[in-house]
């Protein structure tokens, strides 16, 4: 197209809605994207005891991640079922080489050094899983049959037991839930769902025993009495739930929160920065970032009930349903509702491997949108 041509395609009614599609943008998304990403920033620079330094970073993050998601937006979504084997094969590959030479931080083996950043394969696992359930299950049988569903739950677990080695089994369990979630939307029969919630009820007892560690079990029991140990084991979520609790109805006011500001609230910056959120802009800044989670997690479920494909359908649901699943973990765990597990806090929890992830994910939304509007 010469340069002149496109130009007055761009001036012309409905120019702009051709480049749009072109580019497979989808704007609702992107806004509710860019709003989470400047509160983020907002509590980040609070958190991080008003230094730029984290914000700096973040904002690079963030810049990086938009390019990603725009990137990964242009390829349909048919090529992302091709792709799901490989990228799968990948992420085990990265997980087992985790294990040998995987850098380790407080006691735990789960990142790699690539010179220039560490890079946590886990988080990838979250997006490379349901995308190969869902390319899996969409070439076969939907509803799944019982063949299907033991090799679905096999390439589940293969990458949740890796990373239970890490140890990481916050991460383990959320990648288990983003699998699974893909059964559950392909039509899983009501009988599969009832055995397998009877067969975790009485794996609880071999996890207990045989799986989690001993500060995993002192996380679950200080959850049932903090108390026991206030400078200790109980320090995370006294004072989270303090902090919670001080910010009362409108907050404190921005940069002004004493738990954060004065060091008393551990990791702020990351996996606690909801409790800052909260004592700062109070209830009603906690109620404006749900609605604008609530609003993104409709519009994924938008985009998978307008998909024309059933990977389509299967990988826009699972994202939707595990982003609410991340949510969920986070506030609860901050709460005192959870035990604690180490969940950053979707979008806004300072971080590059998590938030890389989760643009990686919106990319693959807006592809599967793209393809539904040009179908």
Known sequence: MHKND?????????????????LNLDYMLTGILITLCAISLLVIYSAGGQSTLYVKRQLVFILAGFVVMGLVAQFPPRVWERWAFLLYIAGIASLAAVLFVGVEINGAQRWLNLGFTRLQPSEFMKICVPLMIASYIAKNAIPPTFKHVVLAVLLIFLPVFLVIQQPDLGTAILICASGFFVLFLAGLKRSYLISAFVLALAALPSLWFFVMRDYQKQRVLTLL???????????????????????????????????????????????????????EFGLVGVLALCGLYLLLIGRCLFIGLNATSMFGRLIAGSIAFTLFIFIFVNLSMVSGILPVVGAPLPLISYGGTALMTLFVGFGILMSVAGDSKKR
């Not at 130009?7 to 072109?22: C, D, E, H, N, W």
């Open 6 to 22: 496109f130009v007055r395609q761009l001036q012309t009614p409905g120019g702009s809605m051709k480049i749009r599609q072109a």
């Open 225 to 279: 009495n903090p108390q026991q140990d206030k400078l200790g084991a109980g320090w995370n979520i006294i004072q989270s739930t303090t902090a919670i609790g001080s910010g009362g109805w409108s907050g404190k006011g921005w940069t002004k929160g004493t738990q954060s500001q004065l060091n008393f609230l551990p990791e702020s910056h990351t996996d606690f920065i909801i409790a800052v959120l909260a004592e």
